[in-house]
Each structure stands twice: as C-alpha cells, then as structure tokens.
C-alpha cells in the first residue's frame, strides 16, 4: 500500500506569508488534489496538465464568490510555479 501525497511537502518551499496564509494554501491545494483525483483518476500534482487546473477554477469554483475564486486561483498559481510551469490562468 501506499503513502498518500504529502501536499505539505510538495508545496513547503513554495509557501510565503503568515501561518494563515500557508495554511488557506494547503488547504485548497488539498481541495484542489482531492477533486481532480475524483474526476480525472490523478493523484498526484507530477500528473496535472494544465486543462486539469482550468476544469477545476471553471467547474468546481461556479457559483462561489469573486474572493473564494480569487484566492483559488492564488493557489492554482502556486502550483503551476511549484511544478515550473509557465502556464497562465484568468479568471
């Protein structure tokens, strides 16, 4: 059996700001995770493409607020940066 994805380690170099901020970051990355794993069968980060990312910011945020899209979106950035990606998202 295997160990789940450690969010933390994976996005603990990338992560600046207070305890709260870092904290609202691994909380929607883990969001994040958790929904892609259930619709596109992917696990980890190392296997997201970019259409992932997009599905998720258009799919799984309607209906929420602009500050809850916004702050996604922040952490939809981070990711994208921790995988060294140069992919650009708008909301």
């Keep these: ?11 603990g170099g990338m ?15 883990r969001t994040i ?3 892609i794993a259930q619709h596109w069968q992917l696990e980890i ?5 970019q259409k ?3 599905w998720f910011l258009k799919h799984c945020l309607a ?5 809850t899209r916004y702050y996604y979106l922040l952490t939809v950035r981070l990711l994208a940066r ?3 990606n ?6």
């Design 1 to 11: 059996m295997s160990k789940p994805f450690d969010m933390e380690l994976f996005l």
């Design 15 to 29: 992560l600046t700001g207070s305890h709260a901020t870092r904290q609202r970051h691994l909380r929607q990355a």
């Design 33 to 35: 995770q958790n929904a």
């Design 45 to 49: 980060p190392w296997e997201w493409q």
């Design 52 to 54: 992932h990312l997009i």
């Design 63 to 67: 209906g929420r607020n602009e500050a």
């Design 82 to 84: 921790r995988l060294r």
């Design 86 to 91: 140069s992919w650009a998202f708008n909301l």
